[in-house]
């Protein structure tokens, strides 16, 4: 009798292309020169996981500061990696 296997491989991509969405501003976490998002990009890009993007902020597992104008700025390099898993903790 033949033994069959089946292997299953799921992927997710993220591509991001520099915007009016995005700038390049001082992560005080990373010590250095990042892409910012705005907290609304932050969510739509989360937006599987939105509920743990506030856990995530909450926590500084993903990376934010204030803007000149008091708005919220989010590290792209510390989502992205929340995103994929690369930092667990």
Do not use: F, Y
């Not at 033949?2 to 520099?18: F, G, M, N, P, V």
């Not at 501003?25 to 010590?31: G, H, T, V, Y």
């Amino acid at each position: 009798m033949a033994r069959q296997t089946t292997i299953k491989i799921a992927t997710e991509s993220l591509i991001l292309l520099s915007s009016s969405s995005t700038r390049r501003s001082w992560c005080p976490i990373c010590a250095a020169e990042e892409e910012m998002l705005s907290l609304e990009i932050a969510r739509a890009l989360c937006s599987e996981k939105s509920e743990l993007l506030e856990d995530w902020l909450a926590s500084a597992r993903v990376h934010h500061a204030r803007a000149t104008d008091g708005s919220c700025l989010i590290c792209l390099r510390s989502l992205v990696d929340r995103l994929q898993n690369k930092n667990p903790t």
